[in-house]
């Protein structure tokens, strides 16, 4: 089994910055993709950023320009930095993986427990 687990929510104002972690642990043998997704009240959950084992990223419109993910495979870690924060960014931040427990797979999707991000004055 592998978790992953979250930190670095809270509340901020706009203008503000948070940077979120998620700390993969457990039967790894390696991680492909991980990112980050969030779900606001009463909203789908939608993509935020998502970064490949070999550094491809991809951003969501919305935290272009503002947002930057980043990872550490060496401790199975990846970031969000989230600067000029808005109202709308408002959500549960979801980090996930695929990962793989052994060299000949399956390969596993991992969620994580969320962290709550509110943006408000």
């Known amino acids: 089994q592998v978790q992953l687990v979250e930190s670095g929510g809270g509340l901020v104002q706009p203008g503000g910055s948070l940077r979120l972690s998620c700390v993969a642990s457990g039967s790894i043998f390696s991680i492909g993709a991980m990112g980050w997704y969030r779900q606001a009240p009463g909203k789908q959950r939608e993509l935020v950023a998502t970064i490949t084992g070999v550094g491809t990223i991809n951003y969501a419109d919305s935290v272009k320009g503002r947002f930057t993910i980043s990872r550490d495979n060496a401790k199975n870690t990846v970031y969000l930095q989230m600067n000029s924060l808005k109202p709308e960014d408002t959500a549960v931040y979801y980090c996930?993986?695929?990962?793989?427990?052994?060299?000949?797979?399956?390969?596993?999707?991992?969620w994580g427990q969320g962290t709550q991000v509110t943006v408000s004055s």
């Open positions: 996930s993986a695929a990962v793989w427990a052994t060299a000949w797979g399956p390969r596993v999707d991992y």
